[in-house]
């Protein structure tokens, strides 16, 4: 049985079953709700939240700590977490796509806190054209500089106020 190059992986051999590298599956943005949602309701005698640690690209680091959660969080709060995931990111992710600091994930027993990583050069990059007013005002909350050079403006941040901006508003704030 033959399949189309579309269902195959991209050596030329196209019989059923057989793969000598690439993908098995079709591309669905590397599965991401698969993983997302995978995650299993922690048992009674686990303790919570499970944190998982990924290893940020060259370019990332994470600018606040498990601990630095814990301490921010009320803590009702930080005891409905099942999950606490520090999730790594590409630095093609960051700079293509809409760039979120944390995310939610809730069902099924599990609530999960995905924690992305932020750029070591402590940048925010925007447009060409100069950001709008609110979006002006909202970094200034955390003490960001607008700043402009040849690739167009962008929110400059120092390692205090990275991390204020993580725990006031994408950890609480979520």
Same mark, same amino acid.
């Given at each position: 049985?033959?399949?189309?190059?579309?269902?195959?992986?991209?050596?030329?051999?196209?019989?059923?079953?057989?793969? *000598?590298?690439?993908?098995?599956?079709?591309?669905?943005?590397?599965?991401?709700?698969?993983?997302?949602?995978?995650?299993?309701?922690?048992?009674? *005698?686990?303790?919570?939240?499970?944190?998982?640690?990924?290893?940020?690209?060259?370019? *990332?680091?994470?600018?606040?700590?498990?601990?630095?959660?814990?301490?921010?969080?009320?803590?009702?709060?930080?005891?409905?977490?099942?999950?606490?995931?520090?999730?790594?990111?590409?630095?093609?992710?960051?700079?293509?796509?809409?760039?979120?600091?944390?995310?939610?994930?809730?069902?099924?027993?599990?609530?999960?806190?995905?924690?992305?990583?932020?750029?070591?050069?402590?940048?925010?990059?925007?447009?060409?054209?100069?950001?709008?007013?609110?979006?002006?005002?909202?970094?200034?909350?955390?003490?960001?500089?607008?700043?402009?050079?040849?690739?167009?403006?962008?929110?400059?941040?120092?390692?205090?106020?990275?991390?204020?901006?993580?725990?006031?508003?994408?950890?609480?704030?979520?």
């Amino acid at each position: 049985m033959s399949q189309s190059p579309k269902f195959t992986s991209w050596k030329k051999n196209r019989e059923f079953g057989k793969v *000598f590298g690439g993908r098995e599956r079709l591309k669905m943005k590397d599965d991401i709700f698969k993983r997302l949602h995978s995650f299993l309701k922690p048992a009674s *005698f686990e303790e919570k939240p499970i944190v998982i640690y990924d290893n940020p690209s060259k370019d *990332f680091f994470f600018p606040i700590t498990f601990e630095e959660i814990k301490n921010s969080l009320p803590k009702e709060v930080f005891d409905s977490y099942t999950h606490i995931w520090f999730k790594k990111m590409k630095r093609s992710t960051f700079e293509n796509e809409n760039w979120i600091v944390s995310d939610n994930v809730f069902g099924g027993g599990v609530n999960l806190l995905v924690i992305f990583p932020f750029p070591k050069d402590l940048r925010i990059r925007e447009s060409l054209s100069k950001p709008t007013q609110r979006r002006i005002k909202h970094f200034q909350k955390y003490e960001a500089q607008l700043k402009y050079d040849k690739k167009g403006y962008f929110f400059e941040f120092d390692t205090l106020s990275i991390k204020k901006y993580y725990l006031n508003y994408a950890i609480i704030f979520k």
